[in-house]
């Protein structure tokens, strides 16, 4: 679908989607003979979700000239996710991943073939187009600066772009390890752009590996020093944590998770969760409701295969939302 003649994205995020298979049966992926074909990525889970509920999102990225790629901009276009900024790469090829099908809720084991892919080979150019004066927000996570030193650029560039109009940001950071070419160029890669960023959300160890300390408290003081709004922790089962100053008021409080009957796939929870907090804020919620929101669009992750699956539309989040009011 053209959108050139429409209106720029309100929210804009970045980063590489790939083409996953996933398992249809249990046991080692050398055993498995059947495979459904899904997207996959925590840029664009967070995307899809925000689309959902009725944000125009718009997703820079480059695919590659093949089947994988138009599967992946047709997938997104489909979800009413505005692709202008999503290139085509002639020269090298979509990503993939293949996820085995886990049991009673562990997180699943996925093998990765994304090594020179199109959107490792992201640059500042890319961005060249895109009209930051319409954002009202972006989200960015860890995973692009981590795909090749151009992507990097990348990232720092397009965030600096969105705090010069005035956009929020916000910065989940998602650590690949094995991206990397060193620990230490990670964490300091890392805590320099959510030190650029008003609401980072760091899983609890993610935080731990990054700042150095071990409580929900020390490492949301970390970053709310280097310049963040607020800081949000991801605590697993046991909920998440919020700490930080927003609407001029200062708080701090943990919400518990949300029971669920049964776990199914632990992938794309964070990114659920992400969600549900940016959402909320963006619609003017109190930092309550915007925790206990990721809360639940993460529990709601949790109870399907996929990635994204789960991710509500508005009328289902309504109706959810008043059925567990804020406590």
């Known amino acids: 679908m ?4 429409f209106p720029g994205p309100e929210i804009l995020t970045f980063g590489e989607a790939m083409a996953m298979f996933v398992a249809d049966t249990s046991g080692e992926l050398a055993e498995v003979e059947c495979f459904h074909r899904r997207i996959a990525g925590a840029d664009t889970n967070v995307a899809i979700g925000l689309a959902r509920l009725g944000f125009r999102v718009g997703w820079l990225s480059r695919v590659g000239e093949d ?15 505005d692709c202008r900024h999503l290139y085509t790469d002639p020269e090298h090829p979509t990503g993939l991943v293949f996820k085995e099908r886990a049991l009673g809720g562990a997180d699943p084991n ?11 080979h992201l640059t500042t150019g890319d961005a060249k187009d895109v009209d930051f004066t319409a954002l009202r927000h972006l989200h960015a996570t860890g995973i692009p600066p981590a795909l090749s030193p151009s992507a990097r650029e990348l990232s720092l560039h397009v965030v600096e772009q969105a ?3 005035g956009a929020s940001v916000s910065f989940d950071p998602n650590l690949r390890p094995s991206l990397w070419s060193s620990e230490a160029d990670m964490r300091t890669t890392l805590n320099a752009l959510a030190a650029r960023a008003d609401w980072v959300l760091p899983g609890l160890a993610e935080g731990r590996f990054l ?14 020093e280097r310049g963040s709004q607020a800081v949000i922790i991801k605590l697993g089962r046991e909920g998440s944590y919020f700490r930080g100053c927003l609407g001029g008021q200062q708080e701090s409080f943990t919400l518990p998770g949300v029971t669920v009957d049964a776990v199914i796939d632990t992938v794309g929870a ?3 969760f992400a969600v549900g907090v ?12 915007a925790v206990r929101r990721g809360n639940l669009i993460g529990s709601l992750a949790v109870q ?6 789960g991710l509500p539309s508005r009328e289902s989040l309504a109706t959810l939302e008043n059925e567990r009011p804020v406590r």
């Open 211 to 224: 700042t150095g300390h071990d409580s929900p408290e020390a490492i949301a003081d970390f970053y709310l």
């Open 278 to 289: 940016i959402s909320a804020l963006l619609d003017g919620r109190p930092p309550r409701e």
């Open 67 to 81: 089947g994988f790629g138009t599967f992946i901009r047709h997938t997104l276009e489909a979800e009413g996710i």
């Open 270 to 272: 964070g990114d659920a």
């Open 304 to 309: 399907v295969v996929g990635d994204m699956e």
């Open 110 to 120: 996925v093998t990765y073939f994304r090594q020179g892919s199109a959107a490792s």
């Open 2 to 5: 053209a959108t050139s003649h």
């Open 163 to 165: 705090r010069a109009v």
